[in-house]
């Protein structure tokens, strides 16, 4: 295991901060995603869904600000789209720390390719083909 110069940060606690930084992404979007299906189905479970007609999606799915007004409001659907896009953060949340713990243990190399896949990553979401 190498260490950096102070000797206090190990390659294993760094790499025990990502896993646990995974397992509660993960539990907080379960969680979260649970809260908002159990408020949906309490004000929307009795509702017959009519697939006739066709309608849009709401604007929480396609921007933050909406999303965020949801949640505040407490409607179900925005809380579910919060859970899943804290589902979808939390890989990204690692790239990022394994970024920063290869530059803690001086691994440029790693730094470099690292955060080249995490400007990929950024550029697929919000600036990408199709988006």
Excluded: C
Aim: aromatic residues 12%; charged residues 15%.
């Amino acid at each position: 295991m190498k260490e950096t110069e102070g000797g206090s940060i190990k390659d294993k606690d760094i790499q025990q901060l990502i896993g646990s930084l995974l397992r509660w992404g993960v539990l907080l979007s379960m969680i979260v995603v649970t809260i908002g299906g159990v408020i949906y189905l309490f004000r929307h479970g009795h509702n017959i869904s009519d697939y006739s007609t066709f309608k849009l999606q709401p604007d929480f799915t396609r921007e933050v600000w909406p999303l965020l007004q949801g949640v505040l409001a407490i409607k179900g659907r925005a809380i579910i789209q919060l859970g899943i896009m804290l589902l979808i953060a939390t890989p990204i949340m690692r790239v990022l720390f394994s970024a920063i713990g290869f530059f803690l243990e001086k691994d440029y190399l790693y730094v470099a390719i690292t955060v080249l896949v995490l400007a990929i990553i950024m550029f697929s979401m919000f600036g990408g083909f199709g988006s």
